[in-house]
């Protein structure tokens, strides 16, 4: 049974930072395209960011330079650190393994 667990999500004040983990089970993140995902109130889900299975790493223009995905193949689990946060990156965050599988989503809320 494939598994996603997000976590690490919260209220941060802007310019603040978070990081994120999705911790797989069933699944290989080594060998999925694992992605992040956010879908915020009222607006469609959209893609964050993206790592593939030979280590490309692609971001929506929105977020370049301030987030950063990592896999982490000891622990089965991909990470997003989020840096210099807007209040336009509040949303439900999800972790996906191929657009397949998805987490439950973890809430982030940025405000002051």
């Known amino acids: 049974q494939v598994q996603l667990v997000e976590s690490g999500g919260g209220l941060v004040q802007p310019g603040g930072s978070l990081r994120l983990s999705c911790a797989a089970s069933?699944?290989?993140?080594?060998?999925?395209?694992m992605g992040w995902y956010r879908q915020a109130p009222g607006k469609e889900r959209e893609l964050v960011a993206l790592i593939t299975i030979g280590g490309t790493t692609n971001y929506a223009d929105s977020v370049k330079g301030r987030f950063t995905i990592s896999r982490d193949n000891g622990k089965n689990t991909v990470h997003l650190q989020m840096n210099s946060l807007k209040p336009e990156d509040t949303a439900v965050y999800y972790c996906s393994a191929g657009m397949r599988y998805w987490g439950k989503g973890t809430l982030v809320t940025v405000s002051s």
């Open positions: 069933g699944i290989s993140v080594r060998i999925n395209n």
